[in-house]
């Protein structure tokens, strides 16, 4: 398959591109776009192929289901059953890097649920992606732009290297805001559960719900509910290579300076306060260690540069579990092999 790459400035949208991308939508084509997340492989929802074709380009298993993005709130209700109570809590939210699992309508179809009976639905407020979803008249199905188990993209360049040859059009909008996909929050039960935590905290979340679950398994502790957030149980973001995660503690360099014995060659990703105590080691930074924005939007992007040197280990700092940090870590903690605590 040829695939059409589209430039274009987010600040500065050609609204002729975006038709082109919007007709291939329409006629059940695949079009990559960039979201505030990361970047997202999209079909028109209602078509039970153009859905199947994202699995297949992807290499995804069919009982991980998708998200459906909408333009605008009000059209999640031909959808989904949500009471006039829940709706006016998430439109505080609205737009933005958040998904919402419903109880699902009919007219949902089974293959983007992997048949259960919710769905999981996301207006996104990158002006490309919203303006896309707006031209294609129809919701868009899509998980993130990168083949199943390898990091989310978050350059069009990423994107390129997995998907060129797999869909009809990719269009590069440059750099995401975020870089880590969007919290998922499952709002079938009384009290709402976090399902993948993203860009919106548990904070965030409290402020409006009150009442907030925290399942173990998002701390990479305990068994995932497999029936409730289904994709979770599969290795994600892994770099082919050995991947050691330390976690934060006050004895960190200590725990690294043991662990880099056993190694050649090991590549080490530092936050910028700590590089001094490794001189002479290839090092890649991962921002400054409170700078939880900016470790979180270099992640995906770190993991896939490591990937490919000639190093014959990657050994990665951990943030605390605090905020945005529960979202880095967990991303963290799924990319790894070997995980050491204090
Ligand atoms: P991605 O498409 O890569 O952003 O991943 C989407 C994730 O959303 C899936 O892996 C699921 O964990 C979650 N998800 C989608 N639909 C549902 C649903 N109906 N119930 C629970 N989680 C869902
Ligand atoms: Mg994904």
Known sequence: METKILKMNPFDIDFKKINIAAEIIKLGGLVVFPTETVYGLGANALNENAVKSIYKAKGRPSDNPLIMHFDKLEKIKDFVY???????????????????????????????????????????????????????????????ANLSGKPSPTIAEHVVEDMKGRVDIIIDGGNVD???????????????????????????????????????????????????????????YAPDKKTILVEYSENRIDIIKKIIKNYKNPLLVLFEEDKKYFNGYDIITSGNKNDYYKIAVNLFSILRTADKTNNDVIIIEGVKDKGLGISIMNRLRKASSEIWGE
Request: net charge positive; aromatic share 6%; proline share 11%.
């Open 178 to 236: 975020f870089g880590l996909e969007s919290t998922v929050i499952d709002l079938t039960e009384d009290i709402p559960t976090i399902l993948r935590p993203g860009p919106i905290t548990p904070e965030n979340l409290k402020e409006v719900f009150g009442e907030i679950k925290i399942p173990e398994f998002i701390y990479g502790k305990g068994k995932v509910d497999t029936a409730k957030a289904p994709g979770m149980k599969y290795r994600h």
């Open 82 to 144: 949500i009471s006039e109570n829940l709706y006016e809590k998430i439109k505080v939210f609205i737009p933005g890097p958040i998904t919402f699992v419903l109880k699902r309508k009919n007219i949902v179809p089974n293959i983007i649920t992997a048949n259960m009976d919710t769905v999981a639905v996301r207006i996104p407020i990158h002006p490309i992606a919203n303006k896309l979803i707006e031209m294609s008249g129809v919701p868009i199905a899509a998980p993130s």
